[in-house]
């Protein structure tokens, strides 16, 4: 079952690098973008993931530890500069 499995996977790789090379000099850059693309969505996806769950927690860090004034945001460690002597 398993090396029925890998010896299709083979032959499936071997076409699409046949296929490649019966292409065009502007085919086939098309053809390697779009294998790029797909290869690197799921990245992509854990990426934006990533970044959105990060986002709302510095938001809701913000929400919790300073004050707001409208769209100021002021945290309640902040130390005014001293007055120059």
Same mark, same amino acid.
């Given at each position: 079952?398993? !090396? &029925?499995?890998?010896? #299709? ?19 086939? =850059?098309?053809?390697? =973008?779009?294998?790029? $693309?797909?290869?690197?969505? %799921?990245?992509?996806?854990? =990426?934006?993931?990533?970044? /959105?769950? #990060?986002?709302? !927690?510095?938001? +809701?860090?913000? &929400?919790? &530890?300073? !004050? ?5 945001? $002021? %945290?309640? /460690?902040?130390?005014? %500069? +001293?007055? %120059? =002597?």
């Amino acid at each position: 079952m398993v !090396e &029925k499995l890998l010896a #299709g996977a083979v032959l499936a790789v071997c076409a699409v690098m046949l296929l490649r090379l019966c292409l065009g000099a502007r085919a086939r =850059h098309r053809f390697d =973008h779009a294998v790029r $693309t797909i290869v690197r969505l %799921p990245l992509w996806v854990v =990426h934006r993931m990533r970044a /959105s769950r #990060g986002a709302a !927690e510095a938001i +809701r860090r913000a &929400k919790a &530890k300073g !004050e707001w004034e409208g769209n100021v945001y $002021t %945290p309640k /460690s902040f130390k005014r %500069p +001293r007055k %120059p =002597h």
